[in-house]
């Protein structure tokens, strides 16, 4: 019959005085640290300042990362092909029959969204399809970037970057290397410079929706909403309530806006984009 010893268990030996190792806390003042830190509003102001530098710039990431993307719309190809073909025959469009299409040669051709052709077609020999990968993510980059920097004056831009992020999700299935994402970057650029003269009564700001409006209109054929904002912007303005003395000029923005729907006509095919309008909401949109 055999037993089990037990081992006896060894008691940890306590550390002699001389052992123990004294703990010195640092004192700020024989440092020369200050004791206290005392919080100014103009600290307060710039942490608000660097909040709002890093929310906007964060938006204006996720916008390109959204619209770095793959490419996977057929239609994508054909406006590469259309630009390239553009670009070896006298880069504007002609006017005859559709050289895409074998059934429609007696047809004229209306390439309302020429330019983009031409941009696309430029994008993939520049880099291939990571090319024009990267356009429509420096496209979609430059909307928000645009659309960020609208806020009121006086106040912190960091609730219209957290607005600008639900924004971005619902967008997010139009930021593809078709002609539409042009509009997204025409709508936040026509709301900024509208809200450049709104509040500050910048009259260059209203002159520049000219040049916006002649390229868009050659770049996309949504152009119509651009103009319908700048037509309703005009009316909202015409019928304020606001007293007369608070409001800016009213001619500015009527001559801004007649010169930027002229633009829009300033086209090989002049004014087709109306046309175009009623046709995607008849046929394509449905």
Same mark, same amino acid.
């Given at each position: 019959?055999?037993?089990?010893?037990?081992?006896?268990?060894?008691?940890?030996?306590?550390?002699?005085?001389?052992?123990?190792?004294?703990?010195?806390?640092?004192?700020?003042?024989?440092?020369?640290?200050?004791?206290?830190?005392?919080?100014?509003?103009?600290?307060?102001?710039?942490?608000?300042?660097?909040?709002?530098?890093?929310?906007?710039?964060?938006?204006?990431?996720?916008?390109?990362?959204?619209?770095?993307?793959?490419?996977?719309?057929?239609?994508?190809?054909?406006?590469?092909?259309?630009?390239?073909?553009?670009?070896?025959?006298?880069?504007?469009?002609?006017?005859?029959?559709?050289?895409?299409?074998?059934?429609?040669?007696?047809?004229? #051709?209306?390439?309302? !969204?020429? +330019?983009?052709? *031409? &941009? =696309? $077609?430029? %994008?993939?020999?520049?880099?291939? #399809?990571?090319?024009? !990968?990267? +356009?429509?993510? *420096? &496209? =979609? $980059?430059? %909307?928000?970037?645009?659309?960020?920097?609208?806020?009121?004056?006086? +106040?912190?831009?960091?609730?219209?970057?957290?607005?600008?992020?639900?924004?971005?999700?619902?967008?997010?299935?139009?930021?593809?290397?078709?002609?539409?994402?042009?509009?997204?970057?025409?709508?936040?650029?026509?709301?900024?410079?509208?809200?450049?003269?709104?509040?500050?009564?910048?009259?260059?700001?209203?002159?520049?929706?000219?040049?916006?409006?002649?390229?868009?209109?050659?770049?996309?054929?949504?152009?119509?909403?651009?103009?319908?904002?700048?037509?309703?912007?005009?009316?909202?303005?015409?019928?304020?309530?606001?007293?007369?003395?608070?409001?800016?000029?009213?001619?500015?923005?009527?001559?801004?806006?007649?010169?930027?729907?002229?633009?829009?006509?300033?086209?090989?095919?002049?004014?087709?984009?109306?046309?175009?309008?009623?046709?995607?909401?008849?046929?394509?949109?449905?």
């Amino acid at each position: 019959m055999s037993s089990n010893s037990e081992t006896p268990r060894e008691e940890p030996e306590t550390p002699s005085e001389e052992a123990v190792a004294t703990v010195v806390t640092p004192n700020p003042a024989e440092e020369g640290l200050p004791l206290d830190f005392p919080l100014t509003p103009e600290d307060v102001q710039d942490e608000a300042v660097r909040g709002d530098f890093v929310i906007r710039w964060a938006v204006v990431l996720l916008a390109l990362l959204m619209g770095f993307s793959l490419i996977d719309q057929t239609m994508t190809l054909v406006h590469v092909k259309s630009g390239e073909y553009l670009s070896a025959n006298g880069f504007l469009p002609p006017h005859g029959g559709d050289p895409f299409s074998a059934t429609a040669e007696k047809r004229t #051709w209306i390439n309302l !969204s020429w +330019l983009f052709d *031409l &941009v =696309a $077609a430029g %994008a993939y020999g520049a880099g291939s #399809w990571l090319g024009v !990968s990267i +356009l429509k993510g *420096l &496209v =979609a $980059a430059a %909307a928000f970037w645009h659309l960020v920097r609208i806020s009121r004056p006086k +106040l912190p831009t960091w609730w219209g970057s957290i607005c600008a992020i639900p924004a971005l999700l619902a967008c997010q299935p139009r930021m593809t290397a078709m002609p539409e994402v042009v509009t997204l970057l025409g709508v936040a650029l026509t709301l900024r410079l509208l809200h450049e003269w709104k509040t500050h009564g910048n009259q260059r700001s209203l002159w520049m929706l000219v040049p916006v409006f002649l390229l868009w209109s050659n770049l996309d054929n949504r152009v119509f909403v651009g103009v319908w904002l700048l037509l309703l912007t005009a009316a909202g303005e015409a019928l304020t309530r606001i007293p007369v003395e608070s409001r800016r000029p009213l001619k500015p923005l009527l001559i801004g806006v007649g010169c930027a729907v002229v633009a829009t006509l300033v086209h090989p095919f002049p004014g087709s984009w109306i046309h175009e309008t009623v046709q995607l909401y008849q046929k394509v949109y449905p």
